[in-house]
């Protein structure tokens, strides 16, 4: 693998690195001449998006040619031996560029003294370099370690390194003034190289934290012929560290490795803020670690960043305390793990938040009064169900006290109805036998009218009428 391939990787202008803070510098429409373009991740930018003219500079053959697609012009060979200054010598650019190059030259202050020539009156040479004296550096070197790394601060391709000071000595020795100076941060355990604050022995974390500079992974400055063609004055670099970060750990099916994250610097305040991340493909998990440190977390919005914005799932946190969107982490490692919903490509995401740091010296009483309150709420859990279990019992025994006298009252209405019953029944078969009655009744009544007719129209009730008569008489007398 050549010295620039192995930087082939995605252009990420979402997060701050310096390729995004040396294009934030870069005009629309400008004349670039840019050193070490590698793939041309950075060049393809400045064409397709800021419509800039590049020329470029870069030894690797290959990664030269996937570059050239993209610029004006390319010299293929290494910067130090300076065709390119004779390919290039009759044009003028607004801006030239040494992205992570400086590094891996002999003398890199003879090739910024000659590109300075081709820079217009008010150009600006942009260049990012790594920080030798890096907290990670000095803690390895204090336990008499020194390992060159496959990249990073100790790249085992760098052949000369810097530190603030000597960058700003080195440009100053090449006729420049810095206009503006930039960074980007990353505290020691977060690096390439594996030490911790707590990796010496007899020096508390503290110190490290406090040292100066000592957490800038990379200056990236610019800087201008003079000062009458400096129109701004920026210094971005913090005083002290910036002790607070954010990382996202990425799982491809094989767990989390500190090989597979990003980390971002964050500030500590009370507003919201917002970070946004382009996920790689194949990750299947993300791990969220909000602060290098115990905090109370309020994770407004974690979202896929698309048409139809996607929450994503949490799956597990170490959270010492949770409820919805709010965090307590006791420990110096908080984490959550999110998944998508239907294990889809995460794409690009956003996540919302707001913290508060947890002292150190605080974290146990918090953590003790959290239990305390644990415990008072189980204590309180445990009554509730127990009256509630007794609620239920006395209810279940009412409602069978209930029950049963509605059994019984329905069974005696039962009984009650079955007499009624029994009484029609009787009833019925008194008035059957009392209509047959009245039937022979009416009956014998008609034959005995029917005799009385006869007997009335016979010749001895007509003979025997005078003797009636004197009946009655006798009667009435």
Same mark, same amino acid.
């Given at each position: 693998?050549?010295?620039?391939?192995?930087?082939?990787?995605?252009?990420?202008?979402?997060?701050?690195?310096?390729?995004?803070?040396?294009?934030?510098?870069?005009?629309?429409?400008?004349?670039?001449?840019?050193?070490?373009?590698?793939?041309?991740?950075?060049?393809?930018?400045?064409?397709?998006?800021?419509?800039?003219?590049?020329?470029?500079?870069?030894?690797?053959?290959?990664? &030269?040619?996937?570059?050239?697609?993209?610029?004006?012009?390319?010299?293929?060979?290494?910067?130090?031996?300076?065709?390119?200054?004779?390919?290039?010598?009759?044009?003028?650019?607004?801006?030239?560029?040494?992205?992570?190059?400086?590094?891996?030259?002999?003398?890199?202050?003879?090739?910024?003294?000659?590109?300075?020539?081709?820079?217009?009156?008010?150009?600006?040479?942009?260049?990012?370099?790594?920080?030798?004296?890096?907290?990670?550096?000095?803690?390895?070197?204090?336990?008499?370690?020194?390992?060159?790394?496959?990249?990073?601060?100790?790249?085992?391709?760098?052949?000369?390194?810097? /530190?603030?000071?000597?960058?700003?000595?080195?440009?100053?020795?090449?006729?420049?003034?810095?206009?503006?100076?930039?960074?980007?941060?990353?505290?020691?355990? /977060?690096?390439?190289?594996?030490?911790?604050?707590?990796?010496?022995?007899?020096?508390?974390?503290?110190?490290?934290?406090?040292?100066?500079? &000592? =957490?800038?992974?990379?200056?990236?400055?610019?800087?201008?012929? !003079?000062?009458?063609?400096?129109?701004?004055?920026?210094?971005?670099?913090?005083?002290?560290?910036?002790?607070?970060?954010?990382?996202?750990?990425?799982?491809? !099916?094989?767990?989390?490795?500190?090989?597979?994250?990003?980390?971002?610097?964050?500030? +500590?305040?009370?507003?919201?803020?917002?970070?946004?991340?382009?996920?790689?493909?194949?990750?299947?998990?993300?791990?969220?670690? %909000?602060?290098?440190?115990?905090?109370?977390?309020?994770?407004?919005?974690?979202?896929?960043?698309?048409?139809?914005?996607?929450?994503?799932?949490?799956?597990?946190?170490?959270?010492?305390?949770?409820?919805?969107?709010?965090?307590?982490?006791?420990?110096?490692? %908080?984490? #959550? #793990?999110?998944?998508?919903?239907?294990?889809?490509?995460? !794409?690009?995401?956003?996540?919302?938040?707001?913290?508060?740091?947890?002292?150190?010296?605080?974290?146990?009483?918090?953590?003790?009064?959290?239990?305390?309150?644990?415990?008072?709420?189980?204590?309180?859990?445990?009554?509730? /169900? =127990?009256?509630?279990?007794?609620?239920?019992?006395?209810?279940?025994?009412?409602?069978?006290?209930?029950?049963?006298? +509605?059994?019984?009252?329905? =069974?005696?209405?039962?009984?009650?109805?079955?007499?009624?019953?029994?009484?029609?029944?009787?009833?019925?078969?008194?008035?059957?036998?009392?209509?047959?009655?009245?039937?022979?009744?009416?009956?014998?009544?008609?034959?005995?009218?029917?005799?009385?007719?006869?007997?009335?129209?016979?010749?001895?009730?007509?003979?025997?009428?005078?003797?009636?008569?004197?009946?009655?008489?006798?009667?009435?007398?």
């Amino acid at each position: 693998m050549s010295i620039e391939s192995k930087y082939d990787f995605d252009l990420d202008l979402n997060n701050t690195n310096s390729l995004s803070l040396i294009i934030g510098q870069i005009k629309r429409g400008s004349a670039v001449l840019e050193f070490g373009p590698a793939n041309g991740r950075m060049t393809r930018y400045l064409k397709e998006e800021l419509g800039c003219r590049v020329y470029l500079v870069e030894i690797d053959e290959e990664a &030269g040619k996937e570059a050239a697609k993209y610029g004006e012009d390319i010299v293929i060979d290494d910067a130090e031996n300076y065709s390119w200054y004779a390919r290039y010598e009759n044009l003028r650019f607004d801006y030239i560029t040494f992205a992570d190059v400086l590094e891996h030259l002999h003398d890199p202050e003879k090739l910024l003294k000659k590109a300075k020539s081709l820079l217009k009156q008010d150009g600006s040479i942009l260049l990012s370099v790594p920080n030798l004296a890096h907290n990670s550096v000095a803690i390895s070197l204090l336990n008499n370690e020194f390992e060159y790394t496959s990249t990073g601060l100790l790249d085992n391709t760098h052949i000369h390194f810097f /530190t603030k000071n000597s960058l700003d000595h080195a440009i100053e020795r090449c006729g420049l003034i810095v206009s503006k100076r930039f960074a980007t941060y990353a505290p020691a355990g /977060t690096t390439e190289i594996p030490v911790t604050n707590a990796s010496v022995v007899g020096i508390d974390e503290s110190y490290w934290k406090s040292r100066p500079l &000592g =957490e800038v992974y990379q200056y990236i400055y610019e800087a201008k012929k !003079g000062f009458e063609f400096v129109t701004e004055t920026e210094n971005y670099l913090h005083a002290g560290t910036y002790p607070y970060y954010f990382q996202i750990f990425f799982d491809y !099916g094989e767990g989390f490795s500190e090989e597979n994250h990003k980390t971002i610097q964050i500030a +500590v305040h009370d507003e919201i803020q917002k970070l946004e991340f382009d996920i790689p493909r194949g990750v299947r998990a993300i791990r969220v670690d %909000p602060l290098n440190g115990a905090c109370m977390l309020e994770l407004k919005k974690i979202y896929q960043k698309k048409e139809e914005k996607k929450e994503l799932k949490l799956r597990y946190t170490n959270a010492f305390y949770q409820d919805r969107d709010k965090y307590i982490f006791t420990e110096d490692d %908080p984490n #959550i #793990i999110f998944v998508t919903e239907e294990e889809e490509e995460f !794409g690009h995401i956003a996540v919302e938040f707001r913290f508060v740091t947890i002292d150190k010296l605080k974290v146990k009483a918090i953590a003790a009064y959290f239990e305390s309150v644990q415990r008072e709420m189980l204590e309180y859990r445990k009554q509730i /169900t =127990e009256e509630k279990e007794r609620l239920v019992r006395e209810l279940s025994a009412s409602c069978d006290r209930e029950v049963a006298q +509605v059994k019984q009252e329905n =069974e005696q209405i039962k009984q009650e109805n079955e007499q009624i019953k029994r009484q029609l029944y009787e009833m019925k078969a008194d008035t059957n036998r009392t209509r047959q009655q009245l039937q022979e009744s009416h009956v014998q009544i008609g034959e005995y009218a029917q005799t009385v007719d006869i007997l009335t129209e016979s010749t001895s009730w007509r003979v025997t009428r005078p003797i009636r008569k004197i009946g009655d008489f006798l009667k009435r007398i």
